[in-house]
């Protein structure tokens, strides 16, 4: 039996730019699917770029190998959040990954094959930005396992809209369903006055969403209780259900809840 044989959901997370928040939404969306009593695992294929590990504050930890493979590293005692990364495989975390594609696609499969994850409900694959190598490989190599499709996400501006138009490109290409879009970063409320300031402008995420007619799940604040749960490695979900922020992340699980359970029966 395969080592995705017990994982219900596969689902990856792309966008076109870098720092428009992957790995914050596949965070959140882990927590979230966690709090709403699911198993799940985070596989972050980002080889150059490794957060995932530094979110959950467990970039110290090690991957050890059972018969089955690698063992994922699991976030809490009860392991219903397990984690793979080549942050875990490096000597030290800051270490730079410098390697041509052939190298990088062959660690993809290695790990799409030999993570031993047991029983999940959902899988998390956290995408490197663009549509590079890495993303043909990780998309082929999951393709037998057939994933339930990809959350594309963006900030705000044109520039960065624009570079989601190529990522719907690719999933067309790939044959990956669109999950829906999700807008990032989009506008600061100000926790005083509660007044809304668009910093990056607002809307391009669910104009573009409308305009290629897949689902928009939803525009994420700038919320700086978000990027302080993150950078200490601290539950946002459980510990600031109050904040900006908390009310959208919640609402892209239920969805993505919503539609799994479409797709099981
Ligand atoms: N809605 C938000 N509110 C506040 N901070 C955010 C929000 N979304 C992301 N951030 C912060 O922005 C930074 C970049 O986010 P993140 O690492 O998730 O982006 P990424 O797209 O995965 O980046 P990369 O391309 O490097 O993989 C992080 O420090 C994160 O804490």
Redesign the pocket.
């Known amino acids: 039996r395969s080592n995705l044989g017990g994982v219900r959901h596969i689902l990856l997370v792309l966008?076109g730019?870098?720092?428009?928040?992957?790995?914050?939404?596949?965070?959140e969306l882990a927590l979230s699917l966690r709090h709403s009593g699911k198993k799940v695992g985070i596989l972050d294929v980002?080889l150059c770029?490794p957060?995932i590990p530094r979110?959950f504050k467990v970039q110290d930890n090690d991957v050890h190998q059972c018969d089955a493979g690698w063992v994922p590293v699991f976030v809490d005692q009860e392991k219903s959040i397990s984690l793979m990364s080549i942050g875990f495989l490096l000597e030290k975390p800051d270490d730079a990954v410098v390697w041509r594609g052939p190298k990088k696609n062959a660690l993809i499969k290695q790990f799409v094959a030999d993570v031993a994850w047991g029983e999940l409900d959902f899988l998390i694959v956290?995408t490197?930005?663009g549509t590079s190598d890495e993303h043909i490989s990780t998309v082929e190599a999951l393709r037998p396992y057939k994933p339930l499709g990809a959350i594309l996400?963006t900030t705000p501006q044109a520039v960065s809209v624009g570079d989601v138009r190529r990522e719907l490109t690719f999933c067309k290409k790939t044959g990956l369903r669109v999950l829906g879009i999700v807008e990032?970063?989009?506008g600061f409320v100000c926790p005083h006055c509660s007044e809304c300031t668009n910093i990056f402008s607002k809307g391009g995420g669910e104009e573009l969403a409308k305009h290629a007619g897949v689902p928009f799940l939803g525009s994420?604040?700038?919320?700086?209780q978000?990027?302080q749960s993150?950078?200490e490695g601290r539950d946002f979900i459980q510990e600031f259900p109050k904040s900006s922020?908390f009310p959208a992340l919640t609402r892209i699980a239920q969805q993505i809840l919503d539609g799994a359970l479409q797709q099981s029966s």
């Not at 994420?220 to 700086?224: F, I, S």
Request: net charge negative; charged share 20%.
């Open positions: 966008s730019k870098g720092g428009v928040g992957k790995s914050t939404i596949s965070t980002d770029g957060s979110m956290d490197p930005p996400v990032n970063m989009s994420v604040p700038l919320d700086p978000l990027s993150l950078e922020a």
